[in-house]
């Protein structure tokens, strides 16, 4: 008599790896990524104000930023992979409460959706950091690009297109992508991660941690570069637009420029293979000197659209290799038994930007040009590209690939007592 086994897959799931979180990232940017480009228009339909519509934008902002702290404190009485099934729900709840589509459901779906994607991003590096080991990161981060190319390529322009043919459409699409997610996360049996902790280590509270983040060097390198980053990024995703409708270009420059830049994306393979051959602190050097030279050059060319809107396209290059670089100062500085808790003062990097961003483009903008914004930017990554100076030479290259370093690298570790290396 033949007994039935059932199969190993179904019985137990893979061991989480790089590639595991890859195809779980870009799931989460199906649902995210088919919205970027719709909420912005349907909020304004709502209200047919921009000042109440900025007033929202600033305030969802705030509470995100407020949220996302909060959530180390919630993991107290709600398990992470209960806080992570939640951040997906709060997916689905964003799309049905802006498919009622009075102006308070849309903003409350606004809230719902900048919280889902706190939550997630909190949780979902907490998770990475429990199961993709330190050297593997930058491959972790180069295939999670890569594999939400495509969603976020498509997802802007698919997600206006089906806007204007059925204006429930693209909601439901990020809801489809949102219980899928959900799914596969269950099948992952990624419980609550790898508990790590002090032995009667006090329980942790917003305000501690916050205070250990701010003693930790290596911590504040990082989430500063994450943050320049992310300014630089909000300020060519909505300022290059305007500038090119005050240029006199098409308005639809804008969002085709972004397209490409997002196209970009499927480079990252590319990219690590360059990084590997170097060290995380030379990538990231370089990426905000020269994203920043091209920043900056491009407010002079300021009289020659064109030429402005290639220069920034560019520049975006180097924006995206810091996407997969800028991060892992901070995520390789991590200590075990804080990996929820800094993981939560990391996403912080989003909201911080999203405040700052327009509040230093209105002051510029009293003064100056809209030109004169991509300089600002440019002046924040040659900040950026001063302290990333004091980064460790050999921060992220594999123990085994050190005598095949770089002579310049080699010299610097030598000079280096104090260190970020991990």
């Not at 322009?157 to 949102?178: E, I, K, M, N, R």
Request: hydrophobic share 55%.
């Amino acid at each position: 008599m033949f007994q039935r086994r059932i199969p190993e897959w179904l019985r137990h799931a893979p061991t989480p790896g790089a590639k595991g979180f890859a195809v779980l990232s870009g799931i989460e940017s199906i649902s995210r990524g088919i919205l970027i480009s719709v909420f912005p228009l349907v909020m304004y339909r709502a209200f047919q104000d921009t000042l109440i519509v900025s007033e929202i934008y600033f305030f969802v902002g705030v509470m995100s930023l407020v949220c996302g702290l909060l959530v180390p404190w919630l993991t107290r009485f709600i398990p992470r992979r209960w806080m992570y099934s939640l951040g997906a729900v709060l997916f689905i709840v964003s799309s049905f409460l802006a498919i009622e589509g009075s102006a308070i459901s849309i903003a409350l779906a606004l809230f719902s959706y900048t919280v889902a994607v706190v939550i997630l991003f909190v949780c979902f590096n907490a998770y990475v950091l429990d199961y993709v080991a330190k050297v593997e990161l930058k491959r972790s981060e180069t295939l999670r690009l890569f594999y939400s190319a495509l969603a976020w390529s498509a997802g802007p322009a698919g997600g206006v297109w089906l806007l204007q043919w059925w204006t429930p459409a693209p909601f439901l699409v990020s809801a489809l992508g949102a219980t899928v997610l959900l799914v596969v996360f269950w099948w992952m049996r990624l419980g609550d991660g790898k508990l790590i902790t002090k032995a009667r280590a006090p329980t942790p509270n917003p305000v501690a941690f916050i205070q250990r983040f701010f003693v930790q060097p290596r911590l504040i390198a990082g989430w500063l570069f994450a943050v320049i980053k992310s300014c630089s990024w909000w300020i060519y995703i909505v300022y290059l637009p305007i500038y090119a409708v005050e240029a006199g270009l098409d308005e639809r420059i804008g969002g085709i420029a972004l397209s490409i830049s997002n196209s970009l994306l499927f480079l990252t393979p590319f990219m690590l293979m360059w990084i590997e051959r170097n060290s995380v602190r030379y990538a990231i050097r370089a990426g905000f000197f020269i994203g920043g030279v091209v920043f900056v050059v491009a407010t002079f060319s300021a009289m020659m659209p064109w030429v402005t809107v290639g220069l920034l396209l560019f520049g975006t290059l180097f924006l995206i290799l810091l996407d997969i670089c800028a991060g892992l100062p901070f995520l390789m500085a991590v200590r075990p038994s804080e990996r929820t808790e800094m993981s939560a003062v990391y996403s912080t990097f989003r909201d911080i930007s999203g405040i700052i961003s327009p509040g230093v483009a209105w002051l510029v903008l009293l003064v100056a040009p809209i030109s004169a914004l991509f300089a600002t930017a440019g002046v924040g990554m040659f900040t950026a590209w001063i302290v990333a100076g004091k980064l460790h030479p050999r921060l992220g290259v594999r123990k085994q690939a050190v005598v095949s370093e770089p002579d310049h690298i080699k010299a610097d570790s030598q000079m280096v007592a104090e260190s970020y290396h991990t």
